[in-house]
């Protein structure tokens, strides 16, 4: 979120529709506009509703969800390119304007888009020019998706427009459920109205949830009277300390009274794995995408020196617009402070093993790094490119690891590009130094793309 330095510019505009989740939020409009009045240091924001209605409306918003007036943000975003739109930009394929994602005609005066980094997060400035009578588009992309269409040049970017348009308009997640569990994330089960079964788990099921009457959650239960009471809660720690958007958030836990609950954003979709299977129709843009959101997240815990352990499309969940993030921290552990760089390996306790997705040495001496995650990453991305095929189909568990000490390597999969499998083969060096970082891969994948 941005943070609200400027106090003369305390004017904010709402920049999609928003339903108050409790009695101390405010419902808005995207549009509406409103006056700052508290900024908290978190994520949630006090403000009063300008209107000569309820001007007297004062409550909390997601800071994620407004904008100053002034800003870029606030500007109407996207306006979808038609065919003659991507027409003009094909013509514009062989300028010299090499960093030029857009134009924008839409009202005078007329812009050319271009890359800046602000506030962290990428928008794509609007620079003034006259390209006439162009029809084209304006973009401005913010968020976990600007990464991906960095690298975009023009004859892409009628494509990208079309592929991204749906997801632009989407709502952000908030961070949290609402202020009040900030800081405590400790909930009370009467706040938890569990609907359907989502799936289970080695700790329990999954419900999918509704809070306070309002919100949509997941919540995970933990089955009475078992013994794994501390590594579900040891997830539930976890969860609290990683934030990033391609990692399912944690919004708060009920631990005072059992059954345990730890409850998630809700990802519709369910397991990548199943979606991969139901889904026969992905194109290979999609699945460079969904494999691209993946490396993003595990770029982030690799920053962070953790390792995930358990990498597989069954650990990924989806959401809306093939949105997937990374689920299900159960194994991830955090590397030793100031030990740095693959040396830094963990122990395995673990007795359950997803053989097929491991590395040798994890396999072998349990030794996990970074570098085992990046192996595991490899064999997820031929579970993204074969649809949910299962990786070396009709193996044994046994047969595995022998064969792949020796120098055995899964083969390309008929719909998987060269630059792809080279990317694959990386990952499945024998030499854990060797193999690419999360941070290489998201470039890599971007480029492949
Ligand atoms: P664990 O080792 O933690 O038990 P698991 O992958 O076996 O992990 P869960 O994480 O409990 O099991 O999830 C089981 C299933 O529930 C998932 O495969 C998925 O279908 C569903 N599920 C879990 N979390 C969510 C969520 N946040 N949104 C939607 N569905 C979910």
Redesign the pocket.
């Known amino acids: 979120p941005q943070s609200p330095t400027n106090t003369a510019d305390n004017i904010y505009v709402a920049l999609y529709d928003y339903v108050a989740r409790t009695s101390t939020q405010l419902t808005f409009k995207k549009g509406d506009k409103m006056e700052l009045i508290n900024p908290n240091e978190g994520d949630w924001w006090v403000v009063r509703l300008i209107d000569e209605v309820t001007s007297q409306l004062e409550g909390y918003v997601p800071s994620n969800y407004i904008a100053t007036c002034s800003s870029l943000e606030s500007q109407p975003k996207f306006e979808l390119a038609s065919y003659k739109q991507a027409k003009l930009m094909k013509k514009l394929r062989h300028s010299k304007l090499v960093q030029l994602y857009a134009v924008c005609t839409r009202s005078q005066p007329f812009y050319i888009v271009t890359e800046l980094m602000c506030n962290g997060s990428m928008l794509y400035y609007l620079k003034v020019a006259d390209f006439g009578l162009a029809r084209a588009i304006k973009v401005g992309l913010i968020g976990p998706y600007s990464y991906f269409v960095s690298k975009f040049v023009l004859p892409e970017l009628s494509l990208c427009v079309e592929y991204y348009g749906n997801k632009l308009d989407e709502n952000p997640q908030t961070d949290g459920l609402s202020h009040e569990f900030a800081d405590k994330y400790e909930g009370d089960h009467s706040e938890f109205k569990l609907g359907k079964k989502?799936?289970?788990?080695?700790?329990?099921k999954?419900f999918?949830g509704l809070w306070n009457g309002t919100t949509k959650v997941?919540v995970?239960t933990l089955k009475q009277g078992t013994s794994e009471q501390e590594s579900f809660l040891k997830?539930a720690k976890l969860m609290k300390k990683l934030r990033h958007p391609k990692l399912?958030q944690l919004y708060a836990v009920c631990t005072r009274s059992e059954p345990f609950y730890i409850v998630?954003?809700?990802?519709?979709n369910?397991?990548l794995l199943?979606y991969l299977r139901d889904h026969e129709d992905l194109n290979q843009l999609i699945l460079i995408d969904m494999a691209a959101q993946i490396a993003s997240g595990m770029a982030y815990l690799e920053t962070n020196n953790y390792i995930y352990r358990d990498l597989a499309a069954?650990?990924i969940?989806v959401g809306k617009n093939n949105c997937v993030k990374v689920?299900?921290f159960?194994?991830a552990r955090a590397i030793k402070v100031g030990l740095i760089g693959f040396e830094e390996i963990y122990e395995s306790t673990s007795k359950k093993f997803p053989v097929k997705w491991s590395a040798p040495e994890a396999a072998l001496q349990k030794n996990f790094s970074i570098k085992s995650d990046v192996w595991s990453f490899g064999i997820l991305l031929t579970e993204i490119i074969g649809k949910g095929r299962e990786p070396y189909p009709g193996w044994d568990n046994k047969e595995i690891l022998p064969q792949v000490e020796s120098g055995y390597r899964m083969p390309k999969l008929p719909d998987c590009t060269d630059s792809l499998y080279a990317i694959m083969l990386n990952c499945w060096d024998a030499d854990p130094k060797k193999r690419n970082s999360f941070e290489t891969l998201l470039c890599k994948l971007e480029d492949a793309y």
């Open positions: 989502l799936g289970e788990g080695n700790f329990g999954v999918e997941a995970k997830e399912v998630t954003e809700l990802m519709c369910g397991s199943d069954r650990n969940l689920a299900d159960g194994l």
